[in-house]
């Protein structure tokens, strides 16, 4: 009688940094994009500008907030496409003047646009309080106030969780399907593409899914 192979496919596991644990594999792309040249600090292009109006006027219908009242009123620019930390950060200077937000450039092509509209809310959030409140109990109250919060802690923690994969020392291909994906820590072996397993052979390990696991300092 055959012994049935209980190895599993690769899971979604956290990265050495990340604390939470919905994590999802995501492909990369093979090619830089466009948004791969943006730089930290530049102002927000034409379409991704749009964006930010309309969430912004959506915010503050919805939170019934009549400062700020336009978003004319921040510069809004892009943070270092590299930065896996930070997803946004606002800074508002000492003594008056325009405040600056910044929004990661990979927050504009997220699939879900809760992501973008939450970050934007976050850092408004911040403007309102006040910068004494910092991420005290007077601004959770005034962020978990809003409607979307929830869909947009959950969008908030995949996107971190794809920020530190992007930017992961392991780099895990599949050879049936081509999927690249990236860990911190260095996977086992025998890891094995669970889309493919899933896909092929009923969600069981299957050595013809086997990763190829390489580094970013391999020649």
């Known amino acids: 009688m055959a012994v049935r192979d209980r190895r599993r496919p690769e899971e979604h596991r956290v990265s050495d940094s990340d604390t939470y644990v919905d994590e999802q594999e995501y492909c990369i792309s093979s090619e830089a994009d466009g948004e791969a040249y943006m730089r930290g600090n530049q102002r927000l292009n034409y379409d991704d500008m749009n964006v930010v109006h309309l969430h912004f006027y959506s915010i503050c219908n919805e939170r019934g907030w009549k400062t700020p009242v336009n978003p004319t009123e921040f510069d809004w620019v892009y943070l270092d ?5 930070v997803q946004a950060r606002i800074e508002t200077p000492a003594k008056g003047g325009r405040s600056v937000i910044h929004l990661h450039p990979s927050a504009f092509s ?3 646009p809760h992501l973008l509209k939450g970050l934007i809310h976050h850092e408004l959030v911040h403007w309102v309080v006040g910068p004494t409140h910092a991420h005290d109990e007077v601004f959770e109250m005034m962020e978990q106030g809003w409607d979307g919060f929830e869909d947009y802690k959950k969008q908030t923690e995949l996107f ?3 920020l530190h994969q992007a930017h992961g020392k392991w780099v895990l291909t599949c050879p049936n399907c081509g999927k690249t994906i990236r860990r911190n ?4 072996s025998q890891s094995a593409c ?3 397993c899933i896909a092929f052979n009923n969600g069981l390990w299957s050595d013809n899914y086997t990763f190829y696991i390489g580094g970013d300092d391999e020649q």
């Open 81 to 85: 496409v590299d930065n896996h930390i």
């Open 110 to 112: 997220w699939e879900d």
């Open 160 to 162: 971190s969780a794809w």
């Open 194 to 196: 669970r889309e493919c």
């Open 185 to 188: 820590r260095k996977p086992a």
